[in-house]
């Protein structure tokens, strides 16, 4: 069993900053794909992005330019910097982990999820 812990959330003014963190924690597992999703009220839950261990990252077309994705893999940390903050960005945010326990048994983790709102 791998767990998930989200961290950063809050409150914050349009235009403003927030950094989310993720760390996952628990024995004999290796993580492949890390992302962080989002789901506001009434809408299905989104992809935001994602990062592979070697770096290579993915994202959002809504998000581009504004949110970045990274990783420590000695920590099996990641983070995400969201800056320039709109209202349209108001979600809770999940973070999700795909890998292995023991080498071979694949599994899907997500978090609990923290709470971002962007007040206009």
């Known amino acids: 069993q791998v767990q998930l812990v989200e961290s950063g959330g809050g409150l914050v003014q349009a235009g403003g900053s927030l950094r989310l963190s993720c760390a996952a924690s628990g024995r004999d597992f290796s993580i492949n794909y890390m992302s962080w999703y989002r789901q506001a009220p009434g809408n299905s839950r989104e992809l935001v992005a994602t990062?592979?261990?070697?770096?290579?990252?993915n994202y959002a077309s809504s998000v581009e330019g504004r949110f970045t994705i990274s990783r420590d893999n000695a920590k099996n940390t990641i983070y995400l910097q969201m800056n320039s903050l709109q209202p349209e960005d108001t979600a809770a945010y999940y973070c999700?982990?795909?890998?292995?326990?023991?080498?071979?048994?694949?599994?899907?983790?997500w978090g609990q999820g923290t709470q971002v709102t962007v007040s206009s």
């Open positions: 999700n982990a795909q890998g292995a326990v023991r080498g071979y048994r694949p599994f899907e983790s």
């Open positions: 990062i592979t261990p070697g770096g290579t990252t």
